[in-house]
């Protein structure tokens, strides 16, 4: 497989302005038995994104946020990331601009509502998913070790998926793929996806799955 050198970091929706989530409705789970929690998909991608951007940073791994346009240059924290819901054509734009051929990746971090009916949260859908346009080629590749790295977190691996429609897999330019990690409909799974402990576990397995394309020693924390 081909080295990297460059990573690029997306991480899904909104986050919080003055205490108002910036990607209201679908984005959110609001439960409230068997007690009242409420989980904000994009919190935990910006959760489990700066901890991830942290990693690759302390590795000596170029690494670029396409949500805020910039370049990571130490260690970060989710409050210090771009809280605003930016355009889906922005955060492809800017990933675009700073691809560098043969060795650029795209990283978007989400997780996963499906499963949600008027009935409310579900505790029979769990597990992660990689969704990738190809599954062939690096990406692919990538994908696959990133569902087997899920087996070191409490997330259930699922599987590979190619996608075709998902805007940032089908316009960026580089070798690109898109994590679903978990449910938020699942309170277990909610739970663990807001917790410290949980975001870096998936943060690791993110890491952990290119650690080898990257040149690097495996174990930096």
């Not at 986050?15 to 038995?33: C, H, R, S």
């Not at 409310?120 to 569902?147: C, E, H, M, Q, T």
């Not at 899920?150 to 690109?176: D, I």
Request: glycine share 8%; charged share 20%; hydrophobic share 40%.
């Amino acid at each position: 497989m081909a080295a990297i050198d460059r990573v690029i970091v997306d991480y899904g929706h909104g986050g919080m302005i003055d205490g108002e989530y910036q990607t209201p409705g679908a984005k959110q789970y609001n439960f409230t038995e068997p007690e009242e929690f409420t989980i904000y998909e994009g919190v935990f991608n910006r959760g489990t994104a700066s901890k991830f951007m942290s990693l690759l940073v302390r590795a000596g791994v170029e690494t670029y946020d396409c949500v805020s346009g910039k370049y990571v240059v130490d260690s970060i924290d989710t409050l210090s990331l771009e809280q605003a819901d930016i355009s889906l054509s922005q955060r492809v734009a800017n990933a675009n601009r700073e691809n560098k051929s043969g060795s650029t990746i795209f990283v978007s971090i989400h997780a996963n509502a499906i499963g949600m009916d008027i009935k409310g949260p579900s505790l029979n859908v769990r597990g992660a998913s990689v969704f990738v346009y190809k599954a062939s080629g690096l990406s692919g590749d990538i994908a696959r070790n990133l569902i087997a790295e899920y087996g070191n977190t409490q997330l259930r691996p699922r599987n590979v998926v190619e996608n075709q429609s998902f805007y940032v897999l089908r316009k960026t330019a580089m070798p690109a793929l898109l994590s679903e990690n978990g449910f938020f409909v699942n309170i277990d799974e909610a739970k663990y996806l807001m917790s410290e402990a949980g975001q870096w576990d998936i943060a690791r397995a993110h890491y952990d799955s290119i650690k080898d394309l990257l040149g690097i020693a495996p174990n930096i924390v």
